[in-house]
């Protein structure tokens, strides 16, 4: 399912126009990802998924092509975790 379909399924639901639903997500996906960018602040929403940056140590690798050891530097990176309602809804389908 892609952006589009998701606005419509929810518009749906919701009796929303695709507009506002349009509107909420991109409001949604602005606050989280601002978020996560500065903060180390988990932002949860309690059974579905939460969202929270997480620091990657410097570490030595191998460069698969020539088997050349190489210093990976390190970085952040974003962790994204489902919620128990989430993995219910999955395992039941």
Known sequence: MNK???????????G???SDVDTALGGLFEVVSSHVARS????TIPGWI???QVT????????PRTG?????PASKGVKVSAGKK????????
Do not use: W, Y
């Not at 989430?86 to 389908?93: M, S, V």
């Open 68 to 72: 050349e050891e190489i210093q990976i």
């Open 56 to 63: 990657r140590a410097a570490r030595m690798g191998r460069n």
């Open 4 to 14: 589009s379909e998701l606005v419509e399924k929810i518009a749906e639901n919701t």
């Open 16 to 18: 929303m126009t695709k």
């Open 40 to 43: 180390d602040e988990k932002i």
């Open 86 to 93: 989430l993995k219910d809804a999955a395992k039941n389908g």
């Open 50 to 52: 939460s969202f929270e």
